[in-house]
């Protein structure tokens, strides 16, 4: 498993590269002896195309990005793309003269808005760079071989929206519904992480709602409002569920972490807890303060820090 999204990504780009090298280059090649012919460039890429793996389309351009051959595609050639100026796209504007390929960083193509991306191979003939062949790729027709990459568990903080937190200290906090009856919601909460198979949850104590998710059902999310919340007999919903054995957040942690989030919510009339999450799997809790500012970290860490490292810190 990659360590991050952008190994990840590295590790999908290489394995493409390594395919499409072999048959870009022997196509370049034939079009090196075709250059200027448009007819014999079409008959030499309808022949290529067969071996360039998972292609939308094959043209040549010039040094300038103009267009010197129509588009093959699997079901023939496309003569509209002809004398097409594309200079201004990004692998264009990626590419370096003295690269022999390239394949560019991912785009939204201009005419599917769909995600693509395209590989370019110089054109050479007596040491001269005539131009590039193009190969286009819809990013829905390639193969995902790379492994799924692991979420980053170092603390993070992410600031919010700039409206927000340039007026934070113009307000302050209103007792919401959820507020009203704080100690029973999150008693509620506890037992359905603890008890009840909810493994993900995010609590709105602002807006007085939580949204969980379900062992049983994790692929949709259940919305409780501040009545569901107040009512002990929710709890009767949801059946027992023995707590995951390989949950990195221990069932004994649970009732601390939801403690220290509402204590959160009103150690400060100014800077305080908006909403938070947990995600008993991955070990992670989130914190959103009334600035707008996120943070996010692994549920030892904020067990180890007391109110008044929140109530010091710059959310």
């Known amino acids: 498993m990659a360590d991050t999204w952008k190994e990840s990504i590295n590790l999908q780009r290489n394995k493409l590269a390594n395919l499409l090298t072999e048959p870009l280059a022997n196509i ?26 998972y292609c939308t389309y094959l043209y040549i351009v010039d040094n300038k990005g103009i267009q010197l051959s129509d588009n093959i595609s699997s079901g023939g050639i496309l003569p509209e793309h002809f004398g097409r100026d594309r200079s201004s796209r990004p ?14 960083e991912a785009y939204v193509s201009l005419r599917a ?18 131009g590039y062949l ?16 692991q979420e980053s568990d170092e603390w ?8 927000i937190r ?11 519904l959820l507020d009203d009856n704080i100690d029973q919601a999150c008693a509620i909460l506890a037992e359905l992480i603890m008890e009840r198979g909810m493994f993900q949850g995010v609590i709105h104590f602002s ?57 959160l919510r009103s150690v400060d009339e100014t800077i305080y807890l908006r909403s938070a999450s947990v995600n008993i799997f991955n070990g992670m809790i989130s914190l959103t303060f009334s600035c707008d500012g996120t943070h996010y970290m692994l549920h030892d860490e904020f067990l180890d820090k007391d109110m008044s490292f929140w109530v010091g810190s710059d959310s």
Request: charged share 25%; glycine share 4%.
């Open 113 to 130: 808005s769909r995600p693509s991306l395209t590989a370019l191979q110089a054109i050479r003939r007596n040491n001269e760079n005539l």
């Open 156 to 163: 993070r903080q992410i600031k919010g929206d700039p409206a």
């Open 28 to 53: 370049a090649q034939k079009c090196a002896l075709a250059w200027g012919q448009r007819e014999r460039l079409d008959t030499e890429l309808t022949a290529g195309f067969p071996h360039v793996p």
């Open 207 to 263: 807006s007085s709602r939580a949204t969980i998710w379900l062992l049983d059902d994790p692929y949709r999310y259940r919305i409780l409002d501040h009545e569901a919340l107040s009512d002990a007999d929710i709890c009767l919903t949801y059946p027992h569920q023995t707590y995951p054995a390989d949950a990195l957040i221990p069932q004994d942690s649970i009732e601390a972490i939801i403690d220290g989030m509402r204590k």
């Open 91 to 104: 692998y264009m504007q990626e590419l370096h003269t003295s690269e022999e390929f390239l394949l560019s």
């Open 134 to 149: 193009g190969a286009d790729f819809d990013l829905r027709d390639l193969p995902m071989s790379a492994q799924l990459y």
């Open 166 to 176: 340039s007026l934070v200290f113009q307000q302050k906090r209103v007792v919401s």
